[in-house]
């Protein structure tokens, strides 16, 4: 079991969220109006309003959910999931309910899936950790979802765990052995360094100013600013 808990800054305290459910994975809409998490150990998706009401299950054994992300309009959410035995795929389902539809085929186990700001296309990668294959075959790889075809972002052989940023200038991603963030820039198409640390648990700031982590070496959660790669401390 998990506990969901808020963290307020002014008073640098922890809150039970959510009447602290056991559930992981928590995203928000792009409006702020709905969260969507998955329930541990259950491993089914759910979406609500931010007080819990109008909760609604999204997904159902035995196919199991994690990483749910909303699209930029909050009409549908991605997440990652599969049937008992079967390689995780990139998933899709309406904010409304109904039957999610598999939006990435093959052998590989797909994951983390993150929406381009007009909604038309998602990036995802593979996770070593649960891939045969050496970490060097890893790409990240972007599907259109209007016409299923998938394109190898430039340069993105052995990372993973892709998150576009607001805007959609920046996609962020891991380095194989979770040593290095790494950030793309489409205005130049390169990769830089964004963080050298051990880093999970990542995401942008709503402005596009900040790129927050958990620093599972330190047991910390940190900051790096986009400007100039400066990274600072925000709670332990």
């Not at 709905?34 to 609500?48: D, F, I, N, Q």
């Not at 990668?125 to 972007?142: E, H, K, R």
């Not at 016409?147 to 959609?168: E, F, M, Y």
Request: proline residues 8%; aromatic residues 12%.
């Amino acid at each position: 079991r998990v506990e969901l808990v808020r963290y307020d800054s002014k008073s640098r305290q922890f809150a039970s969220y959510l009447g602290g459910i056991s559930a992981e994975g928590l995203t928000f809409s792009k409006d702020g109006q709905w969260v969507a998490y998955t329930l541990v150990p259950e491993g089914t998706l759910w979406r609500s309003r931010l007080d819990g009401s109008e909760r609604l299950q999204l997904t159902f054994p035995p196919q199991r959910a994690s990483v749910p992300r909303w699209s930029p309009d909050g009409t549908r959410i991605a997440f990652q999931g599969a049937p008992p035995d079967r390689p995780d795929k990139i998933y899709v389902v309406s904010a409304d309910g109904g039957r999610p539809q598999q939006v990435t085929s093959g052998d590989r186990n797909d994951h983390d899936a993150s929406w381009s700001p007009d909604g038309n296309s998602l990036i995802f990668g593979g996770c070593s950790v649960f891939m045969d294959s050496p970490p060097g075959a890893l790409t990240i790889d972007q599907i259109d979802l209007r016409t299923n075809k998938v394109v190898s972002l430039p340069g993105s052989h052995a990372l993973q765990v892709p998150q576009w940023s607001p805007s959609g200038r920046y996609v962020s991603a891991m380095t194989a052995d979770w040593q290095k963030l790494m950030l793309f820039d489409f205005t130049t198409k390169k990769w830089t360094e964004l963080v050298i640390s051990p880093v999970i648990w990542h995401c942008w700031s709503h402005d596009e100013r900040y790129y927050y982590f958990m620093n599972p070496k330190s047991n910390t959660v940190e900051r790096v600013r986009i400007s100039d790669h400066k990274v600072e401390p925000v709670m332990s």
